[in-house]
């Protein structure tokens, strides 16, 4: 009854003899209507169910700190297609690999990357990943240049040779607060790889300026208020497209191996080029997408290593056979031991746990009518603890990705860390690569395990950190 006064319709119903199912009809059509468009008169497909959750804040707490258990709540109470309102927005959740598969095939063409645009788009706007279709495509055809096999070789020397001494530079032995030097390491090797230069003072600005972007978009108030999150978030991408801007001509100039450089001089087989602007809007999305990403991954390792001492002891023992010469992309293909545990680590800790899609048309989903002008999400951080797909899904166990086992072959579309379909991540073997060399390095010179009284967690309230910085207890080896 209460959820009957709540949405405006007649109480005394309840007294009349077969009350309670007309209460509910009613209390169904009218939820709809206040929800989703219903689907056409007619249509054998079923409206999206759902429901706002509280009164202003909607789901927003949940989907903020709930995790997968939130996500597993609404499978089981409405399915794989499901309708909330979160951060004053409304959206349907897509969950599982079977929705996942029809949003990232996109036969219709009717899910556009637009759904970005609600949350990074002020601070990230026209980065490949916000781009659609036809442009999309174009622009990915020329990036694409700048991500070739031999590139790939030279940025992973840099990689190697900046690893190799700012690890060797960390403390022998004590606390070692690991997501923050790793966050402020692989800033410095996308400036130098992606700029080709160190960044002098100017580096903790650059890296203020990134995570204010970054944290803009999940901001509960989304209105530049001064002192606010999306107002910080705004300064940070002023602060990178000036950085970015006032380096293009000489980039265009010269002739250096780097990415900005690459992208400078990508050139279309009908000869198109980038302009300086979309040059400065790639730069910036790029060097977010990879920093980030790549510290999240490193530390998720790290972090599983510590509390499994047999993995981190079989995965050195693999690293150490190498021996000491340079991490070469042939060396790195011979690990399979540490291609396991990150891809188990990348199960565990999605780097990027959901992804934002808008319906620029009516479609159909799974036999739900989707109306246009949706936000939908997909979510790779539920589809990777699914008990359907993955056996005792939230224990570590890399040797599920083995023969004869692989659990990730159980659906397509099951591990999706990297997404799926044209907007797949085009520096997946670049991350997979600086995630391998930077644990190559760590095992070579430390054995660590997680601090003393330290439990570990993350903070969902933008893309995954570990609490605290993620304190180890590290012992210096070699
Ligand atoms: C472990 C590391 C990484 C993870 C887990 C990751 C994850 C993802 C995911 C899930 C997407 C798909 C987004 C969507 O469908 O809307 C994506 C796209 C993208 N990623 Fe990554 N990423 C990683 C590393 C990198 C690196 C190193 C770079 C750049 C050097 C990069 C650049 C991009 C770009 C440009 C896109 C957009 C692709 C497109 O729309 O065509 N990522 N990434």
């Avoid at 007309?22 to 689907?39: D, H």
């Avoid at 054998?44 to 789901?59: E, T």
């Avoid at 001494?165 to 410095?188: C, M, N, T, Y």
């Avoid at 992208?263 to 279309?268: K, S, V, Y």
């Amino acid at each position: 009854m209460s959820r009957l006064r709540r949405d405006g319709t007649g109480v005394s119903l309840a007294t009349l003899p077969g009350a309670a199912t007309l209460e509910a009809a009613l209390y169904r059509v009218r939820w709809q209507e206040r929800s989703l468009a219903p689907p056409p008169a007619g249509s054998a497909l079923q409206g999206v169910p759902g429901d706002r959750g509280l009164p202003v804040l909607g789901h927003s707490l949940e989907v903020l700190i709930g995790g997968p258990e939130y996500a597993r709540r609404r499978w089981e109470r409405y399915g794989p297609v499901s309708w909330l309102d979160a951060f004053g927005i409304r959206e349907v959740a897509l969950l599982g690999p079977d929705a996942t598969e029809i949003v990232f095939t996109n036969r219709d063409g009717a899910f556009s990357q637009r759904g970005w645009d609600r949350f990074i788009g002020p601070f990230f706007h026209r980065g490949l990943m916000l781009l659609d279709f036809e442009e999309h495509l174009h622009h990915r055809r020329l990036m694409q240049a700048a991500f070739t096999r031999p590139r790939l070789a030279v940025y992973m020397q840099r990689v190697d040779e900046i690893g190799a001494v700012a690890i060797a530079r960390w403390p022998a032995s004590g606390e070692l607060r690991l997501h923050f030097r790793l966050k402020q390491l692989s800033l410095d090797i996308a400036t130098q790889i992606f700029m080709g230069e160190r960044l002098g003072p100017e580096a903790d600005a650059l890296n203020d300026a990134f995570v204010a972007a970054v944290r803009g978009g999940l901001a509960l108030i989304r209105r530049p208020v001064p002192g606010g999150r999306w107002s910080a978030g705004l300064r940070g991408r002023r602060r990178l497209e000036a950085y970015f801007r006032e380096r293009v001509p000489a980039k265009r100039a010269g002739d250096s191996d780097d990415l900005f450089t690459a992208l400078c001089h990508a050139t279309g087989e009908d000869g198109e080029r980038f302009t300086d602007e979309d040059i400065v809007n790639h730069m910036v999305f790029l060097m977010m997408a990879a920093h980030d990403t790549s510290t999240i991954t490193t530390g998720a390792v790290a972090s599983h290593l510590a509390t499994h001492s047999g993995w981190q002891g079989r995965v050195r023992e693999e690293a150490l056979a190498l021996g000491d010469g340079p991490l070469t992309l042939e060396a790195l293909d011979r690990l399979p031991l540490l291609d396991l545990v990150i891809k188990e680590s990348l199960r565990l800790v999605a780097p990027v746990p959901s992804l934002a899609r808008e319906t620029v048309k009516d479609t159909e989903l799974l036999g739900h009518h989707i109306p246009a002008g949706i936000l939908v999400s997909v979510s790779p951080w539920f589809n990777h603890y699914m008990p359907e797909y993955w056996s005792e899904p939230f224990r570590f166990d890399p040797e599920r990705f083995a023969e004869p086992r692989r659990e990730d072959r159980s659906h397509r579309f099951a591990w999706v860390p990297f997404g799926g379909g044209v907007h797949k991540c085009i520096g997946m073997h670049l991350g997979m690569f600086e995630v391998k060399t930077l644990l190559v390095h760590l095992l070579r010179r430390y054995r660590w395990e997680l601090a003393p009284g330290y439990r570990m967690r993350w903070d969902l309230s933008a893309l995954p950190v570990p609490s605290r910085g993620l304190p180890l207890s590290v012992e210096r080896i070699a």
